[in-house]
């Protein structure tokens, strides 16, 4: 079976750093890209930024670029989300979601998300 | 940047038929993706390739994309269908984009 497995639950003050991972098994980690998307308490989904665990390629939404930093330990398979200075702005679920290669190829338009981990949910607040 | 704009809310009756529609500049040049979020739930990918459906995703899903306007069709709809939905497509290589979402309310 397909998973990815995230972090639990953070509650963080404003100012503090915080570093969340995604877990990736039953497929082959390092050819398969992961993103991380946002979703503010009652809002819809975010897309942050996707990582290619093959070579650490990250690549960012400009609205999040300087905002977080993504990055992957492909050795113990797994992605991280992390911040340096959390701000009460943060405060949201963090979704990862491994992107489906349809094609045999790095990337295609035809790609989907289809396996999403259970969510980590951030609060930041004083 | 690339914008897709969904309703905010969509309302059907149990066993009629839904439609939800995502809009973009020439979407129909994209591929589109739907998925389904129910209420503390992840999302769930229900259409791929703006015509295709994943494997346990029911016939009653369906999709289709022309010109500035992708569309998921659910038929029969169940109360459990209930659920908030996104587009989402491919803006260049590596940059993904979702839709506001949809709001569906089963009553």
């Known amino acids: 079976e397909v998973r990815l497995e995230q972090t639990g639950a953070e509650v963080k003050k404003p100012g503090e750093s915080l570093k969340i991972s995604c877990k990736g098994s039953?497929?082959?980690?390092?050819?398969?890209?992961i993103a991380w998307v946002r979703q503010m308490p009652g809002k819809g989904l975010e897309w942050m930024g996707i990582i290619y665990p093959g070579d650490s390629d990250a690549r960012y939404s400009p609205s999040f670029q300087g905002q977080v930093t993504i990055s992957v330990d492909k050795s113990i398979r797994t992605a991280y989300l992390q911040w340096s200075s959390l701000k009460a702005s943060d405060t949201a679920m963090y979704f990862c979601?491994?992107?489906?290669?349809?094609?045999?190829?790095?990337?295609?338009?035809?790609?989907?998300?289809?396996?999403w981990g259970q969510g980590t949910m951030v609060t930041v607040s004083s | 940047s690339y914008d897709l704009t969904q309703p905010p809310s969509v309302s059907v009756s149990p066993g009629q038929t839904a439609s939800i529609t995502c809009s973009g500049d020439?979407?129909?040049?994209?591929?589109t993706c739907w998925y389904q979020q129910r209420p503390g739930q992840s999302p769930l990918l229900v259409i791929y390739?703006?015509?295709k459906r994943p494997s346990g995703i029911p016939e009653r899903f369906s999709g289709s994309n022309s010109g500035n306007t992708a569309t998921l069709t659910i038929s029969e709809t169940q109360a459990m269908d209930e659920a908030d939905y996104y587009c989402q497509v491919w803006d260049g290589p590596t940059t993904a984009v979702f839709g506001g979402g949809t709001k569906l309310t089963v009553l």
């Open positions: 020439e979407l129909g040049d994209k591929f």
């Open positions: 390739q703006d015509t």
């Open positions: 039953g497929y082959s980690f390092s050819t398969s890209w």
């Open positions: 979601a491994r992107r489906w290669a349809i094609e045999a190829s790095a990337y295609s338009p035809r790609d989907a998300f289809d396996v």
